[in-house]
């Protein structure tokens, strides 16, 4: 079954409702469908055996994505911050591609892979232009794959991961409910295409039928601006956005925000002050934390509105905590954690992360990382209380492993965050002779108070946690790094506590 | 029969995508269903007349089968003469 079902789907039931708002204009689904067909065409004349997309969210994200589903060529849109022979390796990996985006930049560093560009005001025209016969067509059955992401690549060369049309589906499917949005429903799309949750967010809203508002660049601004033109119902932030529009907002900016029913967040860690300003600020407002990973196809868990509401609430230090879990995996996936033999491991008791499910994928280009049972281990770290609430710890690569005892970098995190002069923390392995892995800090001091002394913070550990989670190196820096996703860049940090 | 097929009722305008089947007998308002509509439409039972909704999934009782509503029409969905019922997705939060 082909995801462009779900374009048709919508184009069916709701032929003339506006399915998406970009720079000002307005497509209809049957617009969108058409133009996909119309992709479709381009797709076949160019011979591509990739759609890729280097340019920000546009018009040209639903197009290509359905277009190409249509074709049965894989949609693979890429990181256009990528540095250019970072680039130019993931475009020839994919030769030969339709380009759609930056002309001048393909042209210049891959003008030799054989591709077929076009810029996106050119794909979107002709796309609208080649409207074919589709009794004539026979499209792709939808058997193969539909996304190839590639991974950030963090640890080695970034890794193809590949969502099969089925993968996709399972989780629209089994997630969203067809034709639920009223008309006036709309949803601020303002993650980068690239990312799985940018992917995500335009099929849940397809086949909700539910407006996608797109904003191809983040800013405060523009962002509140939307939500106030556009009548936003619905919103996905990362943390870092977020907590840039609560800034401006205590800054004295304003907008109209009582159209917005639910906020999700995900994509990297939540500050626990962000998410309490941000409860303060927006109190008509749903809050969610959607955990997942590109290799799951979008979320696999959840923390909702009422968890979060429950929480606020609680004197019970348990539940409270539970503003920082990423809530109860999904009723349509299984999460376990594993020890490092593989041994499921009960309640409470840290490990790694592991899910299966129709929506798992699991798989790359070059193999599948599924195992016995079609479980997917995510790397990530982390253990799941008796309730259910699942809490993540880091990813299980960035575990500092200090004389054999496995450390999660997440636990000395949270404790340091709680002293008032640090506002932000890294706990990283550093080469230590006597342990194999010592512990570093990098720190970043609050605005306006004083450095904390070495002492204080060992003290602070020390009185929270053991005795082998104090660090053998402190480093205090302006700012922590990040990556646009809000992601911290651990290695980064690892390079300068080296230093 | 395989999953990702497109069947047609042969007693009204419903069709479905199959998710998931087994060897049985898909049936649409007491008809059986096929890629193709039979040149002579097939009168709808009494007992599959309660009509189907775009975008439901239907599912018999064991889980082997599931399908979805494409395009609504007056017949019910069996298979091999048992009614199959809607699979509600579990909506989340608008979390993407």
């Known amino acids: ?499 | 029969m395989k999953p990702g097929t497109r069947l047609k009722s042969a007693a009204c305008d419903t069709e479905v995508m199959v998710i998931r089947c087994g060897d049985g007998t898909i049936e649409c308002g007491g008809a059986p269903m096929g890629e193709a509509k039979p040149a002579e439409p097939a009168p709808l039972s009494a007992d599959f007349s309660g009509g189907t909704l775009m975008g439901k999934r239907y599912v018999d009782a064991d889980g082997q089968y599931e399908l979805l509503c494409v395009k609504p029409g007056k017949g019910s969905l069996s298979v091999d003469g048992v009614a199959l019922v809607t699979k509600d997705a579990k909506p989340l939060p608008a979390s993407d």
């Open chain 1, 1 to 499: 079954m082909n995801i462009a079902l779900l374009l048709e789907m919508a184009a069916d039931a709701a032929p003339d409702r506006i399915g998406l708002v970009c720079d000002g204009k307005r497509w209809t689904y049957t617009e969108l469908l058409s133009a996909a067909r119309g992709a479709f065409e381009l797709i076949e004349q160019s011979g591509a055996q990739y759609v890729a997309l280097l340019d920000e969210s546009s018009e040209a994200a639903v197009i290509a994505l359905f277009g190409a589903a249509l074709a049965g060529v894989p949609y693979c849109p890429l990181n256009y911050r990528l540095a250019d022979a970072d680039l130019a390796a993931l475009l020839e990996r994919i030769a030969p591609a339709l380009v759609v985006g930056d002309e001048e930049r393909v042209a210049r560093i891959a003008g030799n892979q054989g591709h077929t560009v076009l810029s996106r005001e050119e794909f979107a025209a002709k796309a609208q232009e080649v409207v074919p016969d589709s009794e004539d067509r026979v499209y792709d059955p939808g058997e193969g794959v539909a996304v190839q992401l590639f991974t950030s690549g963090t640890t080695a060369a970034p890794k193809a991961a590949i969502l099969r049309h089925s993968n996709l589906l399972g989780y629209i499917l089994g997630t969203v409910e067809f034709a639920a949005a009223d008309e006036a429903d709309a949803a601020l799309v303002v993650v980068p295409p690239y990312h799985i949750a940018g992917i995500s967010a335009l099929m849940s809203s397809i086949y909700a039928n539910r407006r996608i508002v797109m904003l191809p660049a983040f800013s405060p601004e523009a962002w509140l601006k939307l939500v106030e033109s556009e009548g936003v119902t619905n919103a996905f932030v990362v943390p870092t956005m977020l907590a840039r529009i609560i800034a401006e907002m205590d800054k004295g900016l304003t907008a109209d925000v009582s159209s917005l029913r639910a906020v999700a967040y995900g994509g990297g860690k939540m500050p626990l002050e962000v998410i309490q300003r941000a409860l303060a600020l927006f109190p008509d407002a749903g809050f969610t934390n959607a955990y997942g990973l590109t290799e799951t196809s979008s979320t696999i868990a959840l923390l909702g509105p009422e968890d979060h509401r429950a929480a606020l609430a609680s004197d019970d230090p348990k539940v409270r905590a539970r503003l920082t879990s990423l809530g109860q995996a999904l009723p349509t996936v299984e999460i376990q954690i594993r020890d490092e033999d593989g041994n499921v491991l009960p309640a409470g008791e840290a490990g790694e992360i592991f899910v299966r499910g129709d929506q798992v994928s699991g798989e790359y280009k070059e193999k599948s990382a599924l195992i016995e049972g079609g479980w997917f281990p995510t790397r990530d770290a982390g253990y799941i209380d008796e309730d259910g609430y699942i809490f993540l710890s880091g990813r299980a690569d960035d575990v500092i492993v200090r004389g054999g005892e496995n450390i999660s970098p997440g636990e000395i995190e949270d404790v340091l965050l709680t002293h008032p002069a640090i506002a932000d923390a890294c706990a990283c392995a550093v080469p230590s002779v006597e342990w194999g892995e010592g512990i570093g800090l990098a720190l970043v001091t609050r605005q306006g108070q004083p450095v904390p002394a070495e002492d204080d913070l060992k003290e602070l550990i020390r009185g929270r946690l053991r005795s082998s989670r104090l660090p053998d190196k402190i480093k205090f820096v302006p700012e922590l790094p990040y990556n646009e996703m809000g992601k911290l860049l651990r290695r980064e940090v690892k390079k300068i506590l080296a230093e």
